[in-house]
């Protein structure tokens, strides 16, 4: 359900109501509001994109393809989105991502390395403008020493560059999935805006 705002013009403040409402203006208690519906945050990725004619690649671990069902959700979302991949085991992501088994040996499928080489090679394997990548431990299970629960790094990649970030998240598995989804779709955003 969409999360509408509605600004007063007279008393300046913004109130939200869960419900959809279909009309411009409303009065309220006398005074005139003006609705304007919130964009989610994969509503401006795509817009973003469709905007300046760029395509993505997205490459999905501990997330489950939760990032591209949101991105999926969006009419149209096929004139932007060219390739998504759910790469779960270490198989899927040297078969299908080309990570190098050296790499996932090293540093474990969640670090840093496998990350950006997930978003690289996604980006290079179907030629987009942008990919994202998204790999960590989503638990209640998973958890090491020194990789907890929670950990998860997520890379945005151009064709010139990657950039990869490290993040732990708090909460159940489900949260956590909704937070990396959710963190991925900032990053990739304020990438595309630059």
């Given at each position: 359900?969409?999360?509408?705002?509605?600004?007063?013009?007279?008393?300046?403040?913004?109130?939200?109501?869960?419900?959809?409402?279909?009309?411009?203006?409303?009065?309220?208690?006398?005074?005139?509001?003006?609705?304007?519906?919130?964009?989610?945050?994969?509503?401006?990725?795509?817009?973003?994109?469709?905007?300046?004619?760029?395509?993505?690649?997205?490459?999905?671990?501990?997330?489950g393809g939760l990032l591209s069902h949101r991105l999926t959700n969006i009419p149209g979302s096929s004139k932007f989105l060219k390739f998504t991949l759910v790469a779960y085991s270490y198989a899927a992501k040297t078969k299908l991502l080309k990570v190098p088994p050296t790499i996932l040996k090293k540093f474990g499928a969640v670090s840093r390395q496998v990350a950006s080489v997930m978003a690289l090679n996604a980006q290079k394997i179907f030629n987009t403008d942008f990919s994202v990548a998204i790999t960590g431990i989503a638990g209640p299970t998973g958890a090491t020493k020194f990789k907890?629960?929670?950990?998860?790094?997520?890379?945005?990649?151009?064709?010139?560059?990657?950039?990869?970030?490290?993040?732990?998240?708090?909460?159940?598995?489900?949260?956590i999935k909704n937070a990396a989804a959710t963190q991925a779709l900032r990053l990739l955003y304020r990438e595309i805006r630059g």
């Open positions: 359900m969409d999360l509408i705002y509605i600004l007063s013009l007279t008393a300046l403040r913004t109130i939200k109501i869960k419900k959809f409402l279909s009309a411009r203006k409303i009065l309220f208690y006398g005074h005139v509001f003006t609705i304007m519906l919130a964009m989610n945050l994969e509503q401006k990725v795509a817009k973003a994109l469709m905007h300046h004619h760029k395509d993505l690649a997205v490459a999905e671990s501990c997330s907890p629960i929670g950990l998860t790094y997520i890379s945005v990649a151009t064709k010139n560059d990657v950039w990869t970030f490290e993040f732990i998240f708090k909460g159940t598995r489900l949260q």
